[in-house]
């Protein structure tokens, strides 16, 4: 069974840094592109930064451009997200998902880890 | 890196069909890669992909629910309706410039 489970999010102050990880199982990891998705409170998905399968292509949204950094370990079958410069507007419910079809078909995602940026 | 544009809210009777648009542009839904998908998203859950590469069902999901594309919009349409079709749903689509992928606005069905 294909699992993704997120972690790392939590409270950090404007202008702080995170790093959210993501263990995936139950597939080979090192064959897929990977996503993040996030979903501030209440509103809808917004597509934020994905990863080619061996790291050589990463692409992001225009808003964390400089700001996140994707990575991934395939050795640990597991994706990352730096946050740093964190502003209130990147509160959000962080997804992890799975690019089945290399075409932005996410058929597997993670149950989300909160970020919340708040003073 | 604009939102693809979605009706805020389509609804339809048990039984009926209804269809969702999602209007974009030339470099993203109207470009030639055909990367649309359709994602629903039940209060609380995990999106769900419905429809991938504009039409394509994943294993799994009913055959009421299918996509097309027309120019820069694509479509979801959904066929006998169902209470449990009753979700907020999602287009999304490859952007070439900038390369990226970039999600709709939303769309809530509400089966009355």
Known sequence: ?119 | QSALTQPASVSGSPGQSITISCTGTSSDVGVAYNYVSWYQQQPGKVPKLMIYNVSYRPSGVSNRFSGSKSGNTAFLSISGLQAEDEADYYCSSYSSSPLAYVFGTGTKVTVL
């Open chain 1, 1 to 119: 069974e294909v699992q993704l489970v997120e972690s790392g999010g939590g409270l950090v102050q404007p202008g702080g840094s995170l790093r959210l990880s993501c263990a995936a199982s139950g597939f080979t990891f090192s064959n897929f592109w990977m996503t993040w998705v996030r979903q501030a409170p209440g509103k809808g998905l917004e597509w934020v930064a994905n990863i080619k399968q061996d790291a050589s292509a990463k692409y992001y949204v225009d808003s964390v451009q400089g700001r996140f950094t994707i990575s991934r370990d395939n050795a640990k079958n597991s994706l990352y997200l730096q946050m740093s410069s964190l502003r209130a507007e990147d509160t959000a419910l962080y997804y992890c998902a799975r690019d089945h079809y290399a075409s932005g078909s996410y058929d597997s995602w993670g149950q989300g880890t909160l970020v919340t940026v708040s003073s």
